[in-house]
Every structure is written in C-alpha cells, then in structure tokens.
C-alpha cells in the first residue's frame, strides 16, 4: 500500500469518523494533528501509538465501568487556524477529550478556544490532554484546569541538557539554531540564560531562526555554524526540519556535536548512518534501549502492528497519558470531564519508567528523563546494550544518565483558577 493511499484514508477517515455512529459507552478522544503536509510522517505516527494503546486499555477492561476507548483523527496541518476549525468539528460531534501535540501554537491557541468555550458551556466541558506540545508557557502564564500535559516541558529539558554540557570543557562556543515560532524562541531564550548562568565562560556564537516546516535546503545554515567555529549545536528542531538539518551537517562536513530535543525522531537515522554516531544527542522520557525496558512488550506490538520501517515506537508519554487517563475515570467513577480532570490533577503514577506526579499546582507532569547518545547497534560492533536500531537502521541510542523524576521539576507561576 502506498504512503500516499494511507495519508489519504487517513485524511478521509478525518471526515467521516466524527459523524459515524457510537456507541454510548464508548469515550472518545479527538486526535488534532497534522495528517498532511510537512508533519504528517510526525502526526501519522502518533495517531499509530494512540490507536495502539487504545486497543491495549480496551482489551484490558477499558475505561470506567467497561466504557471503551476510541481514537478519532483530525487533520490539524500544524496550523493554529486550522485545529480551530477541526475543534468546532469536535464539539459539533460531541466529543469530550482532545488530544494535540505538534505545534506549541497550535497547542495555546487550543487553550484559549477550550476555555472560552467550557466558560460558556457548563456540564459540557472538553478536557485537552496535551503529550508532545512543550512551551513552557502553556503550564505557567496560560495555565488551565482544562489542559495536562504529559512531556516535560522545554524548559525541563533544557535544564537536563546544559547540565549534561556542564563538565564538557571541550566546549567553549555553542551555536543555536531553531524553528521561528514560540517553542523554538524558548528553546534559544533558556538556552541562553542556563549557559550564562552555569558555563559563562561558554561563548554563543550564533543564533538563527528559520521558518517552520518551510527551509529544504538547511546548507547556509550549516555553513554559518561551520564559520563559527562551533562545538556544539543546540537544537530543539522536530520533524523534518531536525532530519534536513542533521543531513545538510553530514552532506556539509560538520562534525559538531548536536544536542537535541528530538535527534530520534523520524527520518533522522536513516539519513545519517555513521555520521551520527557519537554526535546526535537528545533528551528524552524513552528509547528503546533503556534499561530495565518494562515498555518493550508493547514496543515489539508496535512493530508488529506497524512493520514499515520509519515507524517505532517512541512516544512513551502517549502510554504514560492513556494510561493515567483511564486510570483517572476509575478514581472519579465518571468519564465526565470536569471530574476526570480533577481525578488527574495531583496524580501519583507508576510509569514504565518509575513513578510519575501528574502536578497538581500547574497539571504538568514531573517524570523521569534520559539523555542519550547515537551508537552502532551491538550486533554490528556497537556497545551491548545498544540491543536496538532506530527505524530499522544500525543505529541506536545508548543512555548517558537518567535524571529522577524530582530531579526534573521546575517551579512555575501558574496560578490555576479551578471550576
């Protein structure tokens, strides 16, 4: 079956599902993300992990009193515009749970729109579970008791990532390259403020912001980063524009390090091969070669489920999040929003990772993370347990350090007005 003749039964699926006929004891979740265009390998793959783990929790019982779990696609484009329109589709069909994760725009403008409308439309509230959007902003100034997100934010994981730099004194100039929009000018904004305060010997020598999902050709960059004279690149690039980046670094002889938020998405493997290894390096809640991996079970499923090679199981959060989410409609003996929500907040919960607290003061959760570097699998010459390949490649990530989960939070200034 062709890429393009599963994008467009996805893209149609996105049209029709909505307005089929349910069940009333089924609950179910709106998937808002880009199924087209630049992102829709991102978006189809984490439709794949969502309609996976729906299956999981129904074949375990399903939510609250049997209710099962259903996954409902929308085409957001990874325009703020766009999940708007696809959220009007969604009240309109009456579904109470909304889930969005690419696109930290996308993601505050969805926060607005659901307030606005739960303030106007008492007992028919909508709840955003929100597993990949990470704008330090959305768990601070527009905090919402409507609104739990379940990756740490960028913040959390830039902390992770400078502290590791720390007693690198190879590293004396740091060139920051990131997408032009709110998550990618935090990224740069924390990096800044986090190298000054713990390395301010470290020089930044450059700091660019490219247009979202728009550069196909990243070559001037990289030649600015090479005339730099840099030793590291900090990057919070996702998508293609973190695989057309690290390839034009490979095509273009730099052999920087690169810290990354999301070096193991997809694409990125498959372009770099040898080039990456020992230089692509990232800061996750998940790989595959974690150890002990209590999640490998449902990652071997995955590729089962889903065999084309591009696509692993990777969002560990996704599981993390349904998981609780069913929990949550035990605790409140409802799947009523407002009181899921209220079950979720504050929530102790014991991941595949270790123990995770779904933040009561701001509804962001505090897990564990690992920082992670690209070697050759074991089996072609790599370290033992680097036991896995990404996307069917040679290569896999190795751990560096775990950091508890304690040791992950952050303060915020959310200040949560509650129902």
């Avoid at 699926?13 to 998937?31: E, M, N, Q």
């Avoid at 008791?145 to 190879?170: G, I, Q, V």
């Avoid at 999040?321 to 409802?334: C, D, G, I, R, V």
Wanted: charged fraction near 20%; include cysteine; glycine fraction near 8%.
């Amino acid at each position: 079956m062709s890429t393009r003749f599963v994008r467009a039964a996805l893209l149609a699926a996105t049209c029709v599902l909505p307005f089929t006929a349910h069940s009333a004891d089924t609950v179910r979740i709106a998937y808002i993300d880009p199924l087209s265009g630049a992102f829709a390998n991102v978006g189809e793959s984490g439709l794949h992990h969502f309609q996976l783990m729906a299956e999981e929790i129904n074949a375990h019982g399903g939510l609250y009193q049997g209710s099962k779990l259903e996954i409902v696609p929308f085409d957001d484009k990874t325009s703020p515009q766009e999940a708007l329109n696809q959220l009007k589709r969604v009240i309109d069909a009456g579904i109470r749970y909304i889930s969005q994760g690419n696109g930290s725009s996308v993601a505050a403008a969805l926060v607005d729109a659901v307030n606005r409308y739960n303030e106007r439309n008492p007992g028919k509230e909508i709840v955003y579970l929100n597993y990949a959007a990470v704008d330090p902003v959305l768990t601070n100034e527009k905090c919402s008791f409507w609104h739990f997100r379940f990756d740490a934010n960028s913040d959390m994981k830039m902390e992770a990532l400078t502290n590791w730099m720390l007693p690198n004194k190879n590293i004396k100039k740091v060139y920051l390259i990131n997408q032009d929009y709110s998550f990618g000018q935090s990224v740069a904004k924390m990096a800044r403020e986090l190298l000054a305060k713990k390395r301010p010997d470290v020089q930044i020598v450059g700091d660019d912001l490219h247009p979202l999902g728009q550069v196909k050709d990243f070559a001037p960059y990289v030649a600015k980063i090479k005339q730099s004279g840099a030793d590291a690149v900090i990057t919070g690039n996702w998508g293609n524009d973190i695989t057309l980046l690290i390839k034009a670094a490979k095509d273009g002889g730099l052999t920087a390090p690169f810290f990354t938020y999301y070096g193991g998405g997809l694409g990125v493997m498959p372009a770099l091969g040898d080039a990456a290894v020992g230089r692509v390096k990232q800061v996750t809640e998940y790989h595959t070669n974690i150890q002990p991996n209590k999640s490998l079970a449902f990652a071997e499923e995955y590729w089962k489920k889903f065999p084309a090679k591009g696509d692993d199981f990777y969002y560990l959060r996704v599981r993390t999040m349904l998981q609780m989410f069913a929990e949550a409609t035990k605790k409140a003996k409802s799947v009523e929003p407002k009181a899921v929500a209220y079950a979720l907040e504050g929530m102790n919960f014991a991941s595949d990772t270790g123990g995770v607290v779904m933040r009561k003061d701001d509804h962001q959760l505090v897990q564990p993370l690992y920082l992670s570097t690209i070697y050759r699998v074991a089996a072609k010459g790599g370290p033992a347990e680097v036991k896995y390949g990404v996307e069917g490649t040679d290569y896999g990530f190795k751990t560096d350090a775990r950091i508890e989960a304690k040791d992950t939070a952050l303060p915020t200034t959310c200040k949560m007005a509650r129902p």
